[in-house]
């Protein structure tokens, strides 16, 4: 990065081939990876799939097993990372702690003797609205204060590729919030490339353009936030992102264009240009809140799928929506999501019901669910090794 | 993977350092075995004699027991005295704790030479004649502070959940002290007690200003100095050196044990 | 003040707010008179002998309650190369200790995180020499580095020395050996402090631009400053107020004399309480100079 000339826009980020292994276990498998430049780009996946890895990839603070990493179409696989055009906001926020927030914002400035740096650094802390607390340590400032202090840190240096660890994670909900749009705003104020990692997923469909989801590894599906949720190609994207109803069952039969899938002795349609497979054994699934509830036996119509009777088994008011689950038998635990027009729930607990959707709302997975526990596994190294110093401490201890 | 001299230079540093810091501690083993008559300057030829007969050494075995018993009775004085203060340092507030921790800390930036004029001073204008009891009273002295150095860090590193949970359960204050405190503060204590012993066992100017004739092993060896510190004294030292080096050392793979026995459950 | 690095490094957890009670001063109590009886009121005893005078017509080492003020400018005209050395010395002996002290504190503390067995080995080595006495370690440079040691030999046959040089008995020597004694006590603190040193700050440091060693000036330094300050007041307080390394049956001679032996002369000696208290009073006056110093900035929280 040539010292004192600032990027005049975003670049594009490539990885190509990328692999990453730990003494143990691999954290990324064969990662293939394109961000156009400009752009907000959200990495989503639990804890453990390797996104934190993939953004210390870029960064340069590791270095991957094989493959390669290009910024702006520069090859800097082996560039190190005081010499790449890239700056994180860390999830910890690695506020220097025996400098002034001014310093702070400054360092990255003056490591690359750029003139003004006092006076950019001010004009960074007014972005986000600090500058007032310029003078203090960060010790003295709170958590969302922080936050945007990291932030200055890192635009103030208007790097190429800016990297988001996970910053928003120890913020409130409504602090989040805020956070969440300053940032949106930033990015394309200034027209940085922004890469965002996140478990929120939310937080992920609301500030980026497009989401990679990620899992054990490797990414499963890529696209904006409108087209992977609507449109999941996995069960691990269709679970992930917001909730769904799967079933699994076979394709007894299809047209022109579409596929008809038998489960529990019904007959799903679901559109052939929504399916990843058209023949075998299959998962379809269709989201909550596009399930109609009925409480009489709905008339059937063209386009439209049927479930049920079922017995409603919980009510689950929260504000908005009130959750609904059905157990309908052969089929399992259906799942609605029906926004409160009025007061009190549609159905009430034991009653029965049926659930219908439209055709073109269902889509097809590629794959099936794995059997899911009740408790996710924690099997990211983080909460690994905390749990093994819990352990020993507690040995220690009664020894 | 490209094998850089900058990688290398701090570990191999470190290596010389350490080497360094062992060069006395092997050179006086080396010397243990030396066939020295009087001066155990010049190397003469090995033996193992002077293992065999280390209390041929006139006064040196009856100064070995000496240090022995002081660093003991020291010990125990500092280490009881010394655990109660930091139990009221960690865990009470008080009136004065400012000024207490202050007048605790004093005696470890008091430079020997005062700290030893200064008692044997006092014991001068008191009347008290030097002798064993006032090397312990001088020993125990300056034990006491690292003592309540040592526990307090411990005191301040127990989770004070579980002598709420202690309460929680039906313990009376006496009984959680006894059971829960005491128990886990042990592995702090005995640290304590250790490095008590040690800097008893190892002081020479304090017990020089105080001990009225009476001799410590250091101070057997500060007089031996002038005319030749027999083999036999390296022989004392090189065995201690060892008793702790294995002590250290075993008490460092047991705890390495454990944690790969609970790595390999987990 | 990091002497845990003694003890347990344990990091501390958060403790219930502290109970007011009377229980803490039942507990201090003995303590308190303890020192009270064998710390303050010797203290106290010697300032009143470094004011007595002697008996008239009595025998040596025989004094009197006095107000006799001159016995200290008696004893810093007698004596002030003594202090010179002793603070010169001392200083020098804590700027070496830190500058070996600080990359092996460096090594163990912060690249050999990954293997925790290797730092535990290392830390048992760095402490090593206090398993064995020190007036031992002391002999045994005297040795090493008398006319007749094979060290001494091979480098005056190198002419590195002069034929009719000595190493021992010179400020060099005397330096060198309480270098050597506070190497210890300069590598725990530090490596205590280096230790919790957050890598996260080292990554920061890189991710803005900062070179490896722009990283360790302006970030690894500063955040191991405690670490340091308690290193070299742990180290020049007591190499001030040494007497063994400058004394003629150990690495020094009659020239490397420093104030802990003009006490010890003094006391032991010539019995002359007074000068000997005088002196202990100065030494001690300038100590506490220094730890008022480092209270001021620090408070008394941490002393402990």
Redesign the interface.
Known sequence: MAGGAFAEAGADLELVGIHKRFPGFTAIDDLDLRIPAGSFFALLGPSGCGKTTTLRLVAGLEQPTSGRILIGGKDVTDVKSFKRPVNTVFQSYALFPHMTVLENVAFGLRRRGISDATAKAHEALRLVELDHLATRKPQQLSGGQQQRVALARAVVNRPALLLLDEPLGALDLKLRRQMQLELKSIQTEVGLTFLHVTHDQEEAMTMADTVAVMNKGQIEQMGAPEELYELPRTAFVANFLGQSNLFTGRVTSSTGSSIVVETGGTKLEVPKERAQRHTGEVTIGVRPEKLMLHTSPPKKAAGVNVLGPGRVTDVSFSGVSTQYQIAIPGVGLVTVFAQNMVFGPVVNLGAEAWVAWTVDHGFGLVDEPEHAPRFAADTDTATIAVQTRHELLAEIEES | MKLSLGKWL??L??VL??I??????V??FV?SFNDSVKSN??WVGFTFDKWANVCDAQGLCAAFATSILVGVVATV?AT???T??A????????RGR?A????????????????G??????F??AGIPKGLGTII??H??FC???V???????V?????A?E?AGRDLYGSPFQVFLRVTLP?LL??IT??AL?SF?LSF?D??IT??NNGGVET??VF??TA??RG?PAE??VI??A??LL??VL??VQ?LT??S??KR??KL? | MAFAAFGTSAAPVEQAPRRKSRIALLLLAPGLAYLALFFLTPLVSLVMTSFQAPVEFGDVGQYQPAFKVENYAIVVEAYWPHFLRAFGYAIAATVFALLISYPLAYFIGVKARRWPLLQALMLVLVIAPFFISFLLRTLAWKALMSDESGIVVFLKSLSIIPEDGHLTGTAFSVIFGLTYNFIPFMTLPIYTTLERLDTRYLEAGSDLYASPASTFWRVTVPLSLPGVVSGTLLTFIPASGDYINASASFLGSAQTQMVGNAIEANFISLLNYPEAAALSVILMGVILLLVALYVRRTGTEDLL
């Open positions: 701090l570990p540093y470190s350092a350490l360094f810091l062992l060069v006395p501690i050179y006086t010397f300057i010049v004085i009881v005295l010394g109660l203060m139990i009221a340092l960690a865990r009470f507030r008080f400012s207490i921790s202050l007048l605790l800390f004093l005696p470890m930036a008091t430079p020997e030479v005062v700290l004029a200064g008692l044997a001073a006092q001068l204008s009273i001088a125990a002295l006491l502070s690292f309540v150095v040592t526990v307090k860090a411990r301040a590193s127990l989770d004070p579980l709420e886990l592995p702090g640290a304590a490095l040690a190892d020479f100017i020089r200003f092993l250091p060896i500060y100095a002038a510190v004294a390296n030292a090189s201690v050196f702790a080096l250290v050392v460092q705890s390495a454990r944690r609970l790595a987990g």
